[in-house]
């Protein structure tokens, strides 16, 4: 198998002035013309990186937080954040500019998947990019997380059907028929629809989507729909130039102020037009919302399914969007929010928040070294009124088994006096684990109890960390308690580096909170050496289990 790449990786800028044909009614750029866009932007980076031809594989959720008028400029970034075998992550982002006022918003922050296909259809292994800035080392640790979403969406998706079927959802006695907001509309693939290599682009495709989609809102709406959001597209087989191409768009759902479109994308050559056999290649879910001429939000009405399909995808449709809005609330968590729920639609999205914030925090410039004993170091960061914490140990001990031992929380009241009591909740998989925990009491006050998520990551390279993430989270099982007082963490854990055969570094973070700031205040002041007491026995710990392995 080649081994294929550019050693600096894929990144593209692309710059398009929104003209009157690009767009729709009401002067704006049309959603479909933006997608075909920004597909060729991160179709050009993802050549860039394999040197060869590439084909969309799946564009993740996309949401468009500002519309582009006509006479703005639209400015796209591509760029490779990590490359898996044959495939790669690119990210883009979109911004549009003002030419008058020089005013640059953002309009979408989206990840795309796009396969190496070289000519001959022979396999290719792709470099791994060159990572030049902090930036890009955030991207590529992330790009495995949002990888791990990706596949196990069907699941979470699954589960949460299973539980949208018990409930009766219909309430409307005047709810309008499905049937009637059904489209069908067929396009004929030409060469300008294509890659040099006859692929149709995936970016026309989606437009096409778009534009079928966005006329069956409008059979219900009565007014023109404004495209917010698209679930995952993804792509299940290729197309070619000469093939036909028939979507089929339907309302599924309702809800107050959005519609959910499903889009199937079948094609078609020649002989399989004749026997109508049809080949599956997409199929998509958008959403859409309608406003008035002084730019409110209408209502839509609601709908009734009249097939068994037409029920499976009713039910379908609220299962992902209390997936797209779990997803919403979590990675715009912020400092004033309560810990995140810990429920069957959220809980990728929970666990990837949780690694984020810890890559973060690491990677965050403006540390500055308060103390400094033997083997420990201690760090600080202050950025407004948040402090965080760095604790760096030098063991010798070989890093997995100290991140075996270190992402253990039931080892941790053996080394950490804070913890008084530890138990596990939930063993979720053997990557992650619900902890709930008690510390010690502080002079005239509660003891207070923590209910934490442990997230646990191996790295993919020797160059990268082992990870071990913290962060509260909220159980229905498990509420407050009058003996104790809940608490939060915000941001915790450990980055485990190995250095040699027979030793590693160990980096304990914490982003301080109102409940973790009493076990800290004092150390800070200068007026104990709990933290250094506390590495060292983490030290001792590590030392003295790894010696027996």
């Not at 003209?19 to 993802?46: F, I, T, V, Y």
């Not at 640790?141 to 409930?167: C, D, H, P, W």
Request: proline residues 4%; negative net charge.
């Amino acid at each position: 198998m080649e081994r294929r790449g550019a050693a600096a990786g894929g990144g593209v800028r692309v710059c398009q002035a929104v003209l009157p044909a690009h767009a729709n009614h009401r002067g704006e750029l049309s959603a479909g013309q933006l997608l075909k866009w920004m597909d060729a932007a991160a179709c050009l980076a993802a050549e860039k990186h394999a040197g060869v031809s590439c084909v969309t594989a799946s564009m993740d959720d996309i949401q468009f937080e500002e519309a582009a008028r006509v006479g703005q400029i639209i400015s796209i970034k591509a760029k490779v954040n990590r490359a898996f075998k044959t495939s790669m992550e690119v990210g883009i982002k979109v911004t549009v500019q003002d030419v008058l006022t020089n005013v640059e918003k953002i309009v979408s922050v989206a990840y795309a998947t796009y396969v190496a296909k070289p000519v001959g259809g022979g396999k290719i292994e792709l470099e791994p990019v060159n990572l030049l800035s902090t930036e890009d080392h955030l991207e590529h640790t992330l790009a495995i997380e949002r990888r791990r979403i990706r596949l196990g969406y069907e699941q979470v998706f699954q589960n949460l059907m299973q539980e949208s079927n018990k409930e009766d959802t219909f309430e409307e006695e005047d709810a309008v028929s499905t049937d009637l907001t059904h489209v069908q509309s067929i396009e004929l693939v030409q060469p300008p629809h294509a890659n040099h290599h006859g692929n149709t682009f995936g970016g026309q495709i989606m437009a096409w989507m778009e534009t079928v989609a966005s006329i069956s809102a409008s059979r219900l709406c009565h007014s023109y729909p404004i495209l917010k959001s698209v679930n995952m597209f993804k792509f299940w087989g290729p197309s070619v130039v000469g093939d036909r191409l028939v979507f089929n768009a339907i309302v599924n759902n309702t809800f107050q102020t959005s519609v959910e479109v499903g889009v199937r994308v079948e094609a078609y050559n020649c002989e399989e037009w004749i026997k109508d056999q049809a080949r599956h290649i997409n199929s998509a879910f958008l959403i859409f919302n309608t406003v008035n001429d002084k730019g409110e939000l209408l209502t839509f009405p609601g709908i009734k399914p009249t097939t068994k399909d037409g029920m499976r995808q009713y039910h379908g449709a609220i299962a992902r969007r209390r997936i797209r809005l779990a997803r919403k609330c979590i990675l715009s968590a912020n400092e004033d929010k309560p810990s995140d729920p810990w429920e069957t639609s959220n809980q990728a999205y929970v666990s990837y928040s949780n690694i984020a914030a810890l890559t973060h925090l690491a990677a965050k410039p403006g540390w500055e070294i308060t103390s400094t004993l033997n083997d420990i170091k201690i760090w600080t960061h202050e950025e407004g009124d948040v402090l965080s914490l760095k604790v760096e140990m030098q063991v010798q001990i070989l890093s997995h088994l100290a991140f075996s031992l270190l992402s253990d929380f039931t080892f941790r009241q053996q080394w950490d006096k804070h913890f008084l009591t530890c138990e596990v909740l939930q063993a979720v998989n053997e990557d992650e684990k619900i902890y709930y925990v008690t510390s010690p009491p502080m002079t005239d006050h509660k003891p207070r109890d923590f209910v934490i998520l442990v997230s646990q990551r191996q790295p993919c390279k020797p160059s990268e960390p082992y990870i071990v993430a913290v962060k509260s989270v909220t159980l229905m099982s498990m509420p407050p308690s009058s003996e104790y007082c809940r608490s939060e963490i915000l941001c915790a854990g450990f980055q485990i580096y190995g250095d040699s055969n027979s030793s590693c570094t160990v980096c304990y973070f914490n982003q301080v909170t109102s409940g973790v700031m009493p076990y800290l205040a004092a150390n800070l002041t200068g007026s104990s050496k709990s933290i250094e007491d506390t590495a060292l026995e983490c030290i001792k710990f590590l030392e003295l289990k790894g010696s027996k392995y």
